[in-house]
């Protein structure tokens, strides 16, 4: 079942923006501890992009995207965004979402972002 759905990822231009959503259609974000991003790019390894800490103001950023991208969260419509500006080709990548509660992880099925230079 799946429960974290991610869309607006697609093709941009350097310099260029772009946001992604995440859906949760499972009611996991309003009891998650951590809700965010994460990203692989090609043959790389899965790494951090923004975390939300639940019930608190608490963000955390990959070194990567500091200063260019933005967490948030709807809380009304159960859906965490990242706002992505400044992107860069380095920024290509297959982005999913994620949220835990306690010992259990939940992960988006993946949207792909493609800078082109």
């Known amino acids: 079942q799946v429960q974290l759905v991610e869309s607006g990822g697609g093709l941009v231009q350097a310099g260029g923006s772009l946001q992604l959503s995440c859906t949760d259609s499972?009611?996991?974000?309003?009891?998650?501890?951590?809700m965010g991003w994460y990203r692989r790019a090609p043959g790389g390894q899965r790494e951090l992009v923004a975390l939300?800490?639940?019930?608190?103001?608490?963000?955390n950023y990959g070194d990567a995207v500091k200063g260019r991208f933005t967490a948030s969260r709807d809380t009304i419509k159960n859906i965490v965004y990242l706002q992505m500006n400044s992107l860069k080709p380095e920024d290509t990548a297959e982005y999913f979402c994620y949220a835990r509660r306690g010992p259990s992880e939940f992960w988006g099925q993946g949207t792909q972002v493609t800078v082109s230079s």
């Open positions: 499972g009611s996991i974000f309003s009891s998650a501890n951590f």
């Open positions: 939300l800490f639940g019930g608190s103001a608490t963000e």
